[in-house]
């Protein structure tokens, strides 16, 4: 029992210890990360990553686009066990069943 409670006190005298120089640590990196951000140079540097950022969402918007465009167009003929040839035998005999072939 009495290592029990040596223990428990080590516990809370640590933690109490701990939180208070995290805090204090916390406190330190808001701070100076707070100077970092007033920093004029650190303003103009953001100011031009976002205007890449924005020109390289732009493109790749328009690149997007155009694959989705040129996939629409591909995909009919790159689908696996479709054959033009079904397409045409069905388009023979609308009132038959179409056929189908395993695999």
Known sequence: M????MFLAGAAI???????AG?????Q????????SENPNVQE?????????????G???????????SAKQKMPEQMPGRHKAD??????RPSEEPIVRPG
Request: proline fraction near 0%.
């Open 29 to 36: 990196i808001k701070r100076v990360s707070r100077q970092m």
């Open 87 to 92: 397409d045409q035998l069905a388009a023979r």
């Open 23 to 27: 805090r204090e640590r916390y406190e």
């Open 45 to 57: 540097a953001a100011e031009k990553l976002r205007n890449k950022g924005g020109e390289f969402a």
């Open 14 to 20: 640590g933690y109490v210890f701990g939180t208070k």
């Open 2 to 5: 009495k290592h029990r409670s």
């Open 59 to 69: 493109v790749a918007k328009e690149r997007a686009g155009g694959l989705a465009s």
